[in-house]
């Protein structure tokens, strides 16, 4: 499995952010997945923020509902994520991660993009 990701940078406090993951399934038997993006904030625990099931239930936690619209494009295989009115304290290293099952509401993701750093700053 392989996920690359896309975006981040600077953005100004009430802009918005938008990411990309490219992930690669080709060496693996997956018939069910869960892709998903994960924050951390300097000094504190990663984050789900999203996740995705293949079928496409997805799962929005509390912080980002209602702004993070998610997409997936099947033919080019890339997770977008769209997070609307960034703030100062969403700040932090952006992941996408992956994992070979629907149990997508979950720290523990199996697969990881290399992250991307995200700094909000007017």
């Known amino acids: 499995v392989q996920l690359e990701v896309s975006g981040g940078g600077s953005v100004q406090p009430g802009d918005t952010l938008r990411l990309s993951c490219k992930y690669s399934?080709?060496?693996?038997?997956?018939?069910?997945?869960?892709l998903a993006w994960f924050r951390q904030a300097p000094g504190k625990e990663r984050e789900l923020i999203v996740s995705?099931?293949?079928?496409?239930?997805?799962y929005y936690s509390s912080s980002v509902k209602g702004r993070a619209p998610i997409s997936v494009n099947n033919a080019k295989n890339t997770l977008s994520l769209v997070l609307k009115s960034l703030g100062y304290g969403e700040a932090g290293t952006y992941y996408c991660?992956?994992?070979?099952?629907?149990?997508?509401?979950?720290?523990?993701?199996?697969?990881w993009g290399q992250g991307t750093q995200v700094t909000v700053s007017s």
């Open positions: 995705m099931e293949d079928e496409g239930e997805i």
């Open positions: 991660a992956l994992r070979g099952d629907r149990l997508c509401v979950t720290q523990a993701y199996n697969y």
């Open positions: 399934l080709s060496d693996v038997a997956f018939s069910v997945y869960c």
